[in-house]
């Protein structure tokens, strides 16, 4: 989280990747985001999620991110199944692992107000880079 505060250098400047506001989540109540590793479950997840909400449609990177196309999960008779779990509420207090992340999510384990592309609860939303 440090080295996207710090930005990465481009030719005699550093381009800003984190803004300071954003590397607090404010869902939790420790501040603290969860990483989200390319491989993971969580990423699996929300793939899907982007996926049924797509119509069926795999989610594309960003252009200049289409190197990374690889960590995409490949997804294969994708059916909307809509979430009828409630979330358990209270915070993920999990350690991070060690390693690339691909994005971050929530520590609040509650349901959301709104739905962010077809997920409602707070630690299933993974904030990425790789799509628009």
């Known amino acids: 989280m440090d080295q996207l505060l710090e930005g990465i250098p481009r030719g005699t400047k550093k ?8 590397a607090r989540d404010p869902l939790s109540s ?17 793939v899907r999620s982007l996926t049924v909400y797509g119509g069926g449609v795999p989610p594309t990177p960003r252009g200049d991110l289409s190197a990374l196309a690889r960590l995409i ?9 809509e979430s009828s779990n409630t979330a358990p509420g209270g915070e993920d ?14 520590r609040s384990q509650r349901n959301s107000v ?19």
């Open 73 to 81: 999960p490949q997804m294969t008779n994708v059916l909307d199944t």
């Open 15 to 22: 381009l800003q990747i984190l803004r300071v506001e954003a």
């Open 93 to 106: 207090t999990s350690a991070n692992f060690s390693g690339p992340f691909i994005g971050v999510s929530s």
């Open 30 to 46: 420790s501040g603290e985001w969860r990483f989200v590793g390319p491989t993971s479950q969580e990423f699996a997840g929300f």
């Open 114 to 132: 709104i739905t962010y592309y077809g997920i409602d609860r707070h630690d299933e939303w993974i904030f990425t880079p790789l799509f628009r």
